[in-house]
């Protein structure tokens, strides 16, 4: 959009790991536009679906990366396997010798949980299963891309939650299974933080408000083009975004020559807007969590608009 601020991120390498759709595939759109090469894994292809049986692919994604201006490269990796993380970073090493950005967005877990189902009462598979999607996967990950990531200083790692550490500190976050994977994950940016800082490198959590993800737009029967149509029956559905927003987030943070300054920090797309200055792709700044926040303490409703 005219306006925005684009960073420049020619030459640089980033791997978007769950990028099939969603928040992975806007910010790995968001790096092609910015010029960088960016690797999109997940387990979706146009010859394997995975389990949740959506009909965006990897391939779909490089494609629209490289549409954007990068340079999309899709690789299907299930990341549970540690054999095929190894084989991912394996050729990265060979093709790139490096990587600058690391974006963990590996979920998976929509289908698996039930909100405010108290955990004797949830599916006792289906929360280990989240558990295994949002945590081990990150995890796996971590241990086989780091260490490209630190061979020269300036390394970015993004790990992708669901909302920020101070709004999650005081929330139950929809089931026991669900809060502890997206709690985790912010855990694991500070930590991460903390093992990088050595070797010039930046960990952060970052955390989108109300996705327009192609599942959501789905589910009100709207596309992203109508997607205020849908405002009549769902009016909070005006504090949404769309994954770009999310995107440029990402690609600001990793244009940022001082990026550290952000080392351990949990990060959401609407406070990362008023800081670089970019707008989603209406214009708007849509801060949804200090949206959800003030309303939470307001004596009568607060209109969504206000907080875009």
């Given at each position: 959009?005219?306006?925005?601020?684009?960073?420049?991120?020619?030459?640089?390498?980033?791997?978007?790991?769950?990028?099939?759709?969603?928040?992975?595939r806007g910010i790995a759109v968001r790096l092609?536009?910015?010029?960088?090469?960016?690797?999109?894994?997940?387990?979706?292809?146009?010859?394997?679906?995975?389990?949740?049986?959506?009909?965006?692919?990897?391939?779909?994604?490089?494609?629209?990366?490289?549409?954007?201006?990068?340079?999309?490269?899709?690789?299907?990796?299930?990341?549970?396997?540690?054999?095929?993380?190894?084989?991912?970073?394996?050729?990265?090493?060979?093709?790139?010798?490096?990587?600058?950005?690391?974006?963990?967005?590996?979920?998976?877990?929509?289908?698996?949980?039930?909100?405010?189902?108290?955990?004797?009462?949830?599916?006792?598979?289906?929360?280990?299963?989240?558990?295994?999607?949002?945590?081990?996967?990150?995890?796996?990950?971590?241990?086989?891309?780091?260490?490209?990531?630190?061979?020269?200083?300036?390394?970015?790692?993004?790990?992708?939650?669901?909302?920020?550490?101070?709004?999650?500190?005081?929330?139950?976050?929809?089931?026991?299974?669900?809060?502890?994977?997206?709690?985790?994950?912010?855990?694991m940016a500070f930590v991460l933080a903390h093992?990088?800082?050595?070797?010039?490198?930046?960990?952060?959590?970052?955390t989108p408000g109300w996705l327009r993800s192609?599942?959501?737009?789905?589910?009100?029967?709207?596309?992203?083009?109508?997607?205020?149509?849908?405002?009549?029956?769902?009016?909070?559905?005006?504090?949404?975004?769309?994954?770009?927003?999310?995107?440029?987030?990402?690609?600001?943070?990793?244009?940022?020559?001082?990026?550290?300054?952000?080392?351990?920090?949990?990060?959401?797309?609407?406070?990362?807007?008023?800081?670089?200055?970019?707008?989603?792709?209406?214009?708007?700044?849509?801060?949804?969590?200090?949206?959800?926040?003030?309303?939470?303490?307001?004596?009568?409703?607060?209109?969504?608009?206000?907080?875009?």
């Amino acid at each position: 959009m005219p306006g925005t601020p684009e960073p420049d991120l020619e030459g640089k390498i980033a791997l978007v790991a769950g990028a099939t759709r969603g928040a992975g595939r806007g910010i790995a759109v968001r790096l092609g536009a910015a010029g960088a090469t960016v690797y999109v894994t997940g387990r979706t292809t146009r010859e394997r679906r995975s389990e949740y049986d959506r009909p965006e692919t990897i391939e779909e994604t490089a494609e629209l990366v490289t549409a954007a201006g990068g340079t999309g490269i899709a690789v299907p990796a299930d990341h549970l396997v540690a054999e095929e993380v190894r084989a991912l970073a394996g050729r990265i090493d060979a093709e790139q010798g490096r990587l600058d950005v690391l974006v963990n967005d590996i979920w998976g877990g929509e289908k698996l949980f039930a909100s405010d189902e108290p955990v004797w009462e949830h599916d006792l598979d289906n929360g280990l299963r989240l558990l295994r999607l949002g945590v081990e996967t990150h995890a796996v990950t971590s241990h086989f891309l780091m260490p490209l990531l630190v061979r020269r200083p300036g390394g970015l790692v993004v790990e992708m939650t669901d909302g920020t550490s101070a709004y999650n500190a005081a929330r139950y976050r929809n089931s026991y299974f669900y809060d502890l994977v997206k709690n985790s994950v912010l855990r694991m940016a500070f930590v991460l933080a903390h093992e990088l800082k050595p070797h010039g490198g930046t960990a952060v959590a970052l955390t989108p408000g109300w996705l327009r993800s192609e599942m959501m737009l789905d589910a009100f029967g709207v596309a992203e083009d109508n997607w205020r149509d849908a405002l009549a029956k769902v009016p909070l559905f005006g504090i949404s975004e769309s994954p770009a927003y999310v995107g440029r987030a990402v690609a600001a943070l990793a244009g940022d020559a001082d990026v550290a300054r952000w080392n351990g920090e949990s990060l959401s797309s609407g406070q990362l807007a008023r800081e670089y200055g970019f707008t989603d792709l209406d214009g708007s700044r849509p801060d949804c969590w200090r949206f959800l926040t003030d309303s939470e303490n307001a004596d009568e409703p607060v209109d969504a608009d206000v907080y875009r």
